[in-house]
């Protein structure tokens, strides 16, 4: 099969103002996460087309500008048009990878022999992976997962939710009207031992025998506690006897700052056999750092962004390289909330591939009646379902097109194609979601 077009299709993630659609509105570009960048690419097998599509979330904490991600997904589209993909490959994300880099290399001139430890502008790499990998697993009419799946991975259960703890003094109350916690609760700014401390022992004395199916805690340390604090933290836990709770732990992200050798030991001894986990996630930027932490692999949890590390491949070889390394925790997917339908499609995916997937964070709110891609992932008993069909079993939606395109272009063999052109093209080609919404009218 051989990628006969690629197009790059910049969507804000909601309906735009007359003010931008005139281009007047600077100040909004300046907000990259408002914003996804699509890479879509068409194959042609013998006549027969398909198509593959992959989302960019450019953000400030991988070094991304809207501005920046746009130009690397248009030099990226180019390249892979021309690019074959062999029917019979034994390893197809392997195989995406490698085109990948390839067309790094070309872009930046190294040269294919060249090392690259870590790809620019990685948001838009990981989008061309998922875009070509969704285009050879609708050619074999498999999901994503199943191109390269861990053995007898089960569903992805446990979900992170980062909402409840923002306002404990809220989420108290609740809980003694009645309200139930489920999967993960992550608490993303930072927080002092002493903070944390009398937030655990607070909402476990709230639940009391509440609340099953609350599966643990994670907490962001931001590489600013002491050993003291450490301990005094821990000490302040198993005091309490709170965490004897079945099923429910307690994960502490970064306490200490990274080349803290003796201050990580010491806390390792401390947990030995208790709930509470430390997890990593600094530096942990695929492979290469993960050797960096081959000492703390067999003691911590890892968090990792595939958006920031840069491919999907490079994920599942940053998992590899850990459990060559005696890890035996579970890893963190994260980078999702806030995201569109297709990215959370692309991590539910990724995580159904990998063995120690143990945390998944995603948002599952609803979406305004203009959607940008349809059909989307769901939430059934704590469980995330993917939509059955082959790839993302996913497309672009009519009316989010319509409404929020920023700009396309696209190539084929020849060079690009006009704007309008590619315009009306893929309107033909995107799901038409006006049945959904019949109340939404087109202009």
Known sequence: MQIINASVVVLKNRPMSAQEREGKDRAAKSLPEKYSVFIEVIG?????????????????????????????????????VGRTLRKDSESPV???NDITDEIICDISGIGNNGIIERRPNPSVCFAAECAVLDLMARHRGVSITELDACPNKGSVQRNVFNDPLRDIEKLLPGIDDGKQLQGWLRLGRRISGDEAAALINSLMFTLGDGSPDLSGIILNAGQRWSPAEWEEFCDSLNLTDLLAKPNVSVVVEDPFPEDADTFYQQAFEKIEGSPIRIMLSAPVWGPESIKKLA???PHVDLKVIPQRVGGYHDVLEAEREAQAHGFKGGIFLAGVNGTTNLNTLAMVSLAGAMCHCRYFSTSFRKEDKVRLVYPHAELDDNVIRLPEGPGFAANLCRSGVRRRLVSINAYDADGSIRAGSARRALLERVYDDRALHPEVSEK
């Not at 006549?47 to 809207?66: K, N, Q």
């Open 44 to 80: 042609d097998d013998e006549g027969e087309v398909f198509a593959g599509l992959g989302e960019a979330r450019p953000t400030r904490a991988s070094d991304e500008t809207l501005a920046s991600a746009t130009r690397y997904a248009r030099k990226m589209a180019r390249c892979l």
């Open 94 to 96: 392997r195989e995406v």
């Open 295 to 297: 000492p703390y692999l």
